[in-house]
């Protein structure tokens, strides 16, 4: 069965750019929720998605946004990058919202030059 | 605010050891806690997970030990292994919230053989 799967897995880009990235969660899995992790660091949290609405949100600012679609797959998307955004971003995904057991996919890792 | 710290930030163990990881939280709502490995360049896997109403829960070599009252947990890897070197996250969320994870800052262990 295939994993959690993001895309892409690496990117470049340079301040004041848009970046748009994407996950498909686990068959099955209804509810995808966004991490940040700077270098040294734990993840912290960005957006839960369930059932295409977004059921919780973390302290990022609204340059920060996503969005689930009907398939359940997920897209994040950040405008007007800072060097700060360089992070490696990771999508988890649940069978549901409540469901504790999350499993993550391989993150992408941004680079703001 | 940080509401979970984990320490020691890095730990040295020499091969067959005991490697011992500790964690305390300050939301009193967290009702599910659980210890995650990431190898670089890897996202987060679910190593292990507790919840307070049991003190102890043991999987293979890996053991969570949970002081409700303290608000700390701990993992033990008994017989530590090189394979076992990467960095280990507690996390906590409660049954509402889901994949909805707020992190620790990670431990960086090296098992040397």
């Known amino acids: 069965d295939a994993g959690v799967t993001q895309s892409p897995t690496h990117l470049i880009k340079t301040r004041g750019q848009h970046v748009t990235l994407r996950c498909s969660p686990i068959s099955g899995h209804k509810s995808v929720s966004w991490y940040q992790q700077v270098l040294g660091q734990g993840p912290q949290f960005i957006f839960q998605y369930y059932e295409k609405e977004e059921r919780g949100r973390g302290n990022f600012p609204d340059r920060f946004s996503a969005r689930q679609f009907p398939n359940y797959s997920s897209e994040l998307n950040v405008n007007a990058l800072l060097l700060g955004d360089s992070a490696l971003y990771l999508c988890?995904?649940?069978?549901?919202?409540?469901?504790?057991?999350?499993?993550f996919g391989q993150g992408t890792r941004l680079t703001v030059v | 605010q940080q509401q979970v710290k984990q320490s020691p930030q890095s730990l040295i163990v020499q091969k067959g050891g005991i490697s011992i990881i500790n964690c305390a939280y300050e939301?009193?709502?967290?009702?599910?806690f659980p210890w995650y490995q990431q190898f670089p360049g890897k996202g987060p896997a679910l190593l292990i997970a507790?919840?307070?109403?049991?003190s102890e829960k043991k999987e293979g070599r890996f053991t969570i030990s949970f002081n409700k009252s303290a608000k700390q947990f701990s993992l033990h890897i008994m017989d530590s292994q090189p394979g076992d070197s990467a960095t280990y996250f507690c996390a906590a969320t409660y049954n509402n919230a889901g994949n909805m994870l707020t992190f620790g800052g990670g431990t960086r262990l090296m098992v040397k053989p």
């Open positions: 507790i919840r307070p109403d049991v």
């Open positions: 988890a995904s649940s069978v549901w919202a409540g469901n504790t057991e999350a499993f």
């Open positions: 939301n009193t709502a967290f009702d599910y």
